[in-house]
Nanobody
Framework: QLQLVESGGDLVQPGGSLRLSCAAS????????ILWFRQAPGKEREGVSC????????NYAPSVEGRFTISRDNAKNTVYLQMNSLKPEDTAVYYC???????????????????WGQGTQVTVSS
């Protein structure tokens, strides 16, 4: 059974940093492109960042470009999202998702991804 587990969410002040982790069980994460997406109360889900199978290609939403960095450690079967310069508008539940498309690229729309976890809460507030 494919399972993804997100962790690392917390309450942080504006300008602070967090690192989210996405761990997989039941499958090898490096067989899948991975997306981080988020959902804030009353808002649509938003693809934040993705990373290709090889890790050689990444994409970011304009709202997080330059502040967030996605990476993968295949030896640990984990994908990370380093979030710096956090803003109150980054407050949301963050999820990671695994896709089943191939190729050395990744794409942000959630429709291309098939499995995701329960999410981890990130709250940015003073």
């Amino acid at each position: 059974q494919l399972q993804l587990v997100e962790s690392g969410g917390d309450l942080v002040q504006p300008g602070g940093s967090l690192r989210l982790s996405c761990a997989a069980s039941g499958f090898t994460l490096d067989d899948y492109p991975i997306l981080w997406f988020r959902q804030a109360p009353g808002k649509e889900r938003e693809g934040v960042s993705c990373i290709s199978l090889s890790g050689g290609n990444t994409n970011y939403a304009p709202s997080v470009e330059g502040r967030f960095t996605i990476s993968r450690d295949n030896a640990k079967n984990t994908v990370y999202l380093q979030m710096n310069s956090l803003k109150p508008e980054d407050t949301a539940v963050y999820y990671c998702a695994a896709g089943q498309y191939s190729g050395n690229y990744c794409t942000l729309p959630l429709t291309f991804y098939d499995y995701w976890g329960q999410g981890t809460q990130v709250t940015v507030s003073s």
